[in-house]
């Protein structure tokens, strides 16, 4: 039987490595039924919405969604498409797995990380209110005692950074899940708990007790700033992160770059009811419809994707067929050039056929 999955192009670079995603999963011969739906600035600019109810209907019936990525208008705009999503579903697992690949640039040999990222909450769940208004009045009224300066304290704006013990427990749980079923071996839960005592603290307190009940994964904790120097000096001394949403984000590039960059980092929301399956690079408006960036990083989140719906082997050879591409090292884009090689790059498209042909 075959899996129906709603395609979301997207826009910048999305609808060129939505489509070589889309022939790469359709090239393993696995049946799926697309429903393409475009949701972002284009869309925004014709129906008035960046995100129209007739995706958020497509992903209610489809439950799985492959998603290139969505432009966020910097400081004004509408609000992230892609936060939005995720909240909607409550996909509050984000898994990012980041693998060195044999031929890539990268002053690293052996990484072998994997991030758990929770989705849903924390500064990054876009709770704000604007300067000046009633709202942040109210807000600044309460914690009057706690700003310093009176400038500061009439005209500021706020975010709220709401951290849950429900919010914790469900990602660290699903982080230790993860690493029994996978093989492996350590967690570490990454804070801001010195600074931060009762949102970080409180997920730090309750990583400390889900870890408890699984004594064969070996469980530590770092903050956030150190982790950071950590995984630039010693990224093998690491295993499976589990952190908050917003220091998730940031480490996730950080760790996409030990591994030769954004081009080959996937990744995947997970939630009860649902998944939605996207790259970790944004839309790189810059390089929009020039044929010219990579298409893995959208490709491995297919793998990722057909592992989900239980095509485990159709999985395994997506990703071997693009490993093998970037380790021959012909058919592969700017990014993955190093500066002395005089070999010129390939376009997406051709990036695409060449893991096409490796199938
Ligand atoms: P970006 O990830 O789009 O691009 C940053 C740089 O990384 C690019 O200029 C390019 O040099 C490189 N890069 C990215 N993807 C690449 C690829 N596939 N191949 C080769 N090189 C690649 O980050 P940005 O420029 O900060 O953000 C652009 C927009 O994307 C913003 O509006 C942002 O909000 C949005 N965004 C969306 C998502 C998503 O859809 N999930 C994620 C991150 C950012």
Redo the contacts with the bound molecule.
């Keep these: 039987m075959g899996h129906t999955v709603t395609l979301i192009r ?1 826009d ?2 999305g609808p060129e ?1 939505a489509e070589a995603t889309k022939r790469v999963v359709d090239a393993t011969g696995v049946k799926i039924d697309w429903d393409i739906q475009d949701a972002g600035v284009d869309v925004h600019a014709r129906e008035g919405t960046p995100l129209p109810e007739r995706v958020k209907e497509s992903m209610k019936r489809t439950k799985v969604c492959l ?1 290139a ?6 400081g004004t705009g509408f609000r ?1 498409v ?1 936060v939005e999503l995720r909240k909607i579903f409550d996909l509050y697992a984000c898994l990012r797995p980041c693998k060195t690949f044999q031929g890539v640039r990268s002053r690293y040999d052996k990484i072998d990380l994997v991030i758990v990222r929770e989705n849903t909450e924390d500064l990054y769940a876009g709770i704000e209110f604007k300067r000046d208004t009633p709202e942040a009045a109210r807000i600044l009224e309460v914690i009057k005692d706690l700003q310093p300066a009176a400038k500061i304290r009439d005209h500021a704006g706020i975010s709220i950074k709401p951290i849950s013990v429900e919010g914790s427990r469900r990602i660290v749980e699903f982080a230790f899940d993860f690493a029994e079923k996978n093989g492996r071996k350590k967690v570490t839960a990454v804070h801001k708990a010195n600074i931060m005592k009762h949102t970080d603290g409180l997920f730090l307190e309750v990583a400390r007790e889900v870890a408890t009940k699984h004594p064969k994964i070996e469980f530590e904790d770092r903050i956030v700033d150190n982790m950071c120097m950590q995984l630039v000096q010693f990224p093998d001394k690491y295993d499976v992160l589990v952190l908050p949403n917003l220091y998730g984000d940031i480490v996730s590039d950080l760790c996409a770059g030990l591994i030769g ?3 080959v980092a996937p990744g995947a929301n997970i939630g009860l009811n649902g998944a939605m399956f ?10 929009a419809g020039q044929n010219k ?3 893995t ?1 959208l490709i491995l989140s297919g793998a990722l994707m057909l592992d989900y719906l239980g095509e485990k082997a159709a999985c395994a050879r997506v990703q071997k067929a693009c490993a093998a591409v970037i380790a021959e090292g012909k058919h592969v ?1 700017y ?1 993955l050039r190093s500066a002395g090689d005089a070999r010129p790059p390939v376009g997406t498209k051709e990036m695409a056929d060449a893991i096409i042909a490796r199938l």
């Design positions: 997207g910048g670079i490595v998603k990525p969505i432009t966020t208008p910097v992230s892609n960059g954004l081009g996207e790259a970790v690079h944004g839309s790189a408006p810059k390089y960036v990579n298409p990083a884009t990014d």
